[in-house]
């Protein structure tokens, strides 16, 4: 079973702060890596795709990836209530299916 | 507004009726996705079309019956329906079934009364 892992939270941050949020993955062979946004009843929202080792930024969203570690995560900087949503990670494995396979994902609040 | 266009939005219906979802895209994807989430979970696959041939069944109940009847439609017939699949159905497409991210429709909330 390949798995992906993420804290359900929720994970409260003051506005203007870092949200970091973090996943991790089973399958060493996994090639994809995707963080979506989603807000209360709405679908989720590609915001960031990172495929190799190391960060990559996109405004105030970084992506960062440790293939030998297992993980990656999600750093939102001057974090804004309007970034209060669900953040689900998203990985595609090893195996030749290409299917994600998703994370629970992790509610995030921002506070004013 | 997403590139993905799923209608109707929402969709109330009986489990006798027959009912359609239907998804749309333009960007030249050629393979298409239908997900079911319900609250507070994460999407769950259904099925997956890879140029308009479907390509993974994830052992969907014969009630759902998806369709693919070119490149840029996908629709999801839905009879005899039960109170347990109510819940968000996603259609998603990605440039082919690989390593590129999918794109995900707005969705439509179905509800079994």
């Known amino acids: 079973q390949k798995e992906v892992e993420q804290n359900s939270g929720p994970l409260s941050v003051p506005e203007g702060a870092i949200a970091s949020l973090n996943c991790t993955y089973s399958?060493?062979?996994?090639?994809?890596f995707f963080w979506y946004r989603q807000y209360s009843g709405k679908s989720p929202e590609l915001i960031m795709s990172?495929?190799?080792?190391g960060d990559k930024e996109d405004g105030r969203f970084t992506a960062q990836l440790n293939k030998a570690s297992q993980y990656v995560s999600l750093l939102i900087r001057d974090s804004q209530p309007s970034d209060s949503a669900t953040y689900l990670c998203?990985?595609?494995?090893?195996?030749?299916?290409?299917?994600?396979?998703f994370g629970r994902g992790t509610s995030l609040i921002v506070h004013p | 507004d997403t590139e993905v266009t799923q209608t109707p939005k929402h969709l109330v219906m009986g489990m006798t009726n027959k009912k359609s979802l239907k998804c749309e895209q333009h960007?030249?994807?050629?393979?298409m996705y239908w997900y079911k989430q319900k609250a507070k979970k994460p999407p769950e696959l259904m099925f997956v079309?890879?140029?308009?041939?479907?390509?993974i069944n994830e052992s969907v109940p014969s009630r759902f019956s998806p369709e693919c009847p070119n490149s840029s439609l996908l629709n999801l017939h839905l009879h005899a329906l039960q109170p347990e699949d109510s819940a968000l159905y996603l259609c998603?497409?990605?440039?082919?079934?690989?390593?590129?991210?999918?794109?995900f429709g707005d969705g439509t909330r179905l509800s079994i009364l």
């Open positions: 998603a497409s990605s440039q082919n079934q690989g390593v590129q991210p999918q794109h």
């Open positions: 399958d060493r062979g996994s090639q994809s």
């Open positions: 990172i495929y190799s080792n």
């Open positions: 998203a990985v595609i494995p090893g195996g030749g299916s290409y299917i994600p396979t």
């Open positions: 960007m030249g994807h050629r393979a």
């Open positions: 079309y890879s140029y308009e041939k479907l390509s």
